[in-house]
């Protein structure tokens, strides 16, 4: 599974921005996926994570309300609309991917991009 991660940048805050992410490889329509963030120093937090069977959403805490994500499966990518962007959004973002929902969502996935950097100033 390999993974184009795209859609970073600089943004005002209350601004929005689309992360995308192309996934490749074998069944990649059959992976749930995810997005995570992490700071400098900081342990990487979870964002969002989406089901491959029935594209069931998880979303944690800091940004409920605020970023949905979707999947197009003809065009094997998961996208993360970041809407309402805040200073403290600012960080390095990952795709991950695994066919386990559980370990998307507790952080352990098998296959993890490079990342795409998201900076909210304020």
């Known amino acids: 599974v390999q993974f184009v991660e795209s859609g970073g940048g600089l943004v005002q805050a209350g601004g929005s921005l689309r992360l995308s992410c192309l996934v490749t490889?074998?069944?990649?329509?059959?992976?749930?996926a995810g997005w995570f963030r992490q700071v400098p120093g900081k342990a990487r937090e979870g964002v969002s994570c989406?089901?491959?069977?029935?594209?069931?959403?998880y979303y944690f805490d800091s940004v409920k309300g605020r970023f949905t994500i979707s999947r197009d499966k003809t065009k094997n990518t998961v996208y993360l609309q970041m809407d309402s962007l805040k200073p403290e959004d600012t960080a390095v973002y990952y795709c991950?991917?695994?066919?386990?929902?559980?370990?998307?969502?507790?952080?352990?996935?098998?296959?993890w991009g490079q990342g795409t950097q998201v900076t909210v100033s304020s």
């Open positions: 991950a991917a695994d066919l386990s929902w559980t370990k998307v969502v507790t952080r352990v996935a098998e296959y």
């Open positions: 490889g074998s069944t990649s329509d059959l992976y749930a």
């Open positions: 989406i089901a491959g069977s029935d594209d069931q959403t």
